[in-house]
C-alpha cells in the first residue's frame, strides 16, 4: 500500500520560512517523478513544484518561482519543499504526490498524501 505523509506545516509570518517533508513508502521512490500542489480555501488544487526520478530536473509554478526549492532524497525515500519569503497569498493545504514522469499536471500523479497545512499571516 503506498503511502505519502507530509508533515512540517504550520503557522508564520509573512517573510518567514518553512520546509514541509514527504515521506514516502510502498513505492520504488526513485522510480518516480515527485510534484507539490497546494489548495486554499475555496480554490482549486494547483501546481506547485516537481523534481524528477534522481532529482535533476525541476519544475516551479511562477508563483514561486525563487522563493521555493523542491528536493529529494532517494536514500530516505523523502521529498522536501523549502518555502523561504513566504506570503500570505501561499496560505494553502500542501499535498505531495508520485508521478510516473514528471509533470506540472494534477491528472498525471497516481498517489497522493493527506496534505499539510500552511497559513502565512501578515
Known amino acids: 500500500q503506498v503511502q505519502l505523509v507530509e508533515s512540517g506545516g504550520g503557522s508564520v509570518q509573512a517573510g518567514g520560512s518553512l520546509r514541509l517533508s514527504c515521506a514516502a513508502s510502498g513505492l520504488t521512490f526513485s522510480s518516480y517523478a515527485m510534484g507539490w500542489f497546494r489548495q486554499a480555501p475555496g480554490k482549486e488544487r494547483d501546481f506547485v513544484a516537481a523534481i524528477s526520478w534522481l532529482g535533476g530536473t525541476t519544475y516551479y509554478s511562477d508563483s514561486v518561482k525563487g522563493r521555493f526549492t523542491i528536493s529529494r532524497d532517494n536514500a530516505k525515500n523523502t521529498v522536501y519543499l523549502q518555502m523561504n519569503s513566504l506570503k500570505p497569498e501561499d496560505t494553502a493545504v500542501y499535498y505531495c504526490?508520485?508521478?510516473?514522469?514528471?509533470?506540472?499536471?494534477?491528472?498525471?500523479?497516481?498517489?497522493w498524501g493527506q496534505g499539510t497545512l500552511v497559513n502565512v499571516s501578515s
Open positions: 504526490a508520485a508521478a510516473p514522469r514528471l509533470s506540472r499536471y494534477l491528472v498525471d500523479y497516481n498517489y
